[in-house]
Each structure stands twice: as structure tokens, then as C-alpha cells.
């Protein structure tokens, strides 16, 4: 268990309202990712985040955006949310092995959205 | 571009016996890590293994074993013994060690254990 908590897990909104993600760790790593899982792509990459206010894109960032005001704390908004947003959506954090770039991503444990 | 193909969208195994996964990755890059992933019916990402390319020996956890082959560029998951629990989604997936540092993920594989 990497400590990381989502929430919700689960949310049904209708399309073109926003709606935020949270992801929560409890070690204070610095580079946490959202990434979004579809049939057929495995997991992508959406945002990330390499410390407090320092975020970047990932692959397939249209249509979202992120913030980090803590460590301990990444959030994915959907400004107006599409039905191909329909996803789940999962947060990760990069544990350090000790050795610079070898680190290992865990998982949180996934929301399911649905985009009427 | 990295990409990472998996090309057996399904698989399956009798208790027990021996399994192979596949798994072929696309990089110019000479520094990575290469990963296996479970995902079961919770969803849960779950870390099976993880090898560095720089390592000639192949990783090991337990049932659980890889066959690296870094000039194909080949990436397979053994799994020995197999039983019930192992039922699950097996993500395949590289990372380079630096920049943004993202795992590239393949398909997946879908793995039923008969009993």
C-alpha cells in the first residue's frame, strides 16, 4: 500500500459540467500522474506533477487541466466535462529507489466517470 | 516515439501450469525500466515485477519471472504455478529515466486460470 487515496471513486455527471478528481498521498513524494484507462489503449498519460505548483502535460491533456497546492494533494479538473471523457482515471506517485530515474509508479485505486 | 505492443489480447491456463506473456516495446533509448502490471476485477493496479535494461540478469518474484531480450527488445512474464488469484489484466509497460519519467503501457492481456 503507496498511500494514495482517490476521490470519488465513483461519479456519474452530465456533459458540460465541471468536476474535479482528487488524489491524496501520505509520504510526501514529488512527482505524482494522472492517467486515464480506456479499452484497448491501456493507461495513458494525462498530467503530472513534479512538485508543488510545477505541473506539465502528458499525451493526452486536452480537455483537462491541473493543480498542486500541496504536496500531499494532485487535482484533475474537467473545465466542461465530454462524454469521451467517459473514463477511469487513475493517480499514481513515483517512489525513489534510492538511485536517480529509477523509481517505481504506484497506483491509486481508480475512479470510475461517467459523462452522460 | 516509445510504444509498447502486447499482442495477445487474451490468454488462458489450467491451474497450476506455466504461462507466458508477451510484450515487445519500441525505443532508441539505451537507459529504461521495463514493469509488469496485474490489474484483477478490483481494478487495482498492482506491481508484478519491474527490470532495469542495464541488468543482463532476469527479475524474479517468486512465481513470477521475466525473459528480458534487449536486442529484440522482448519483455515476456512467466508466471509458474498458476492459480486462481493470478486471474487478471497483465499491463506491460517501459519508462526512461528522465524528464517527465511516464510508463508507456501496452493493451494489456486479459489471463483466465481454469480450474
Known amino acids: 500500500d503507496a498511500g494514495i487515496t482517490q476521490s470519488p471513486r465513483h461519479k456519474v455527471t452530465e456533459t458540460g459540467t465541471p468536476v474535479t478528481l482528487r488524489c491524496h498521498q501520505t509520504e510526501n513524494h514529488r512527482y505524482m500522474y494522472w492517467y486515464r484507462q480506456d479499452p484497448g489503449h491501456g493507461l495513458r498519460l494525462i498530467h503530472y506533477?513534479?512538485?508543488?505548483?510545477?505541473?506539465d502535460k502528458g499525451e493526452v491533456s486536452d480537455g483537462y487541466s491541473v493543480s498542486r497546492s500541496k504536496t500531499e494533494d494532485f487535482l484533475l479538473t474537467l473545465e466542461s466535462a465530454t462524454s469521451s471523457q467517459t473514463s477511469v482515471y487513475f493517480c499514481?506517485?513515483?517512489?525513489?529507489?534510492?538511485?536517480?530515474?529509477?523509481?517505481?509508479?504506484?497506483f491509486g485505486p481508480g475512479t470510475r466517470l461517467t459523462v452522460l | 516515439a516509445q510504444t509498447v505492443t502486447q499482442s495477445q489480447p487474451e490468454m488462458s491456463v489450467q491451474e497450476a501450469e506455466t504461462v507466458t506473456l508477451s510484450c515487445t516495446y519500441d525505443t532508441s533509448e539505451s537507459d529504461y525500466y521495463l514493469f509488469w502490471y496485474k490489474q484483477p476485477p478490483s481494478r487495482q493496479m498492482i506491481l508484478v515485477i519491474r527490470q532495469e535494461a542495464y541488468k543482463q540478469q532476469n527479475a524474479t518474484e517468486n512465481r513470477f519471472s521475466v525473459n528480458f531480450q534487449k536486442a529484440a527488445k522482448s519483455f515476456s512474464l512467466k508466471i509458474s504455478d498458476s492459480q486462481l488469484g493470478d486471474a487478471a489484466m497483465y499491463f506491460c509497460?517501459?519508462?526512461?529515466?528522465?524528464?517527465?519519467?511516464?510508463?508507456?503501457f501496452g493493451q494489456g492481456t486479459r489471463l483466465t486460470i481454469n480450474p
Open positions: 509497460a517501459y519508462r526512461i529515466p528522465k524528464g517527465a519519467q511516464k510508463l508507456v
Open positions: 499514481a506517485i513515483s517512489v525513489g529507489a534510492g538511485v536517480v530515474g529509477a523509481d517505481t509508479q504506484y
Open positions: 506533477s513534479y512538485g508543488v505548483k510545477d505541473t
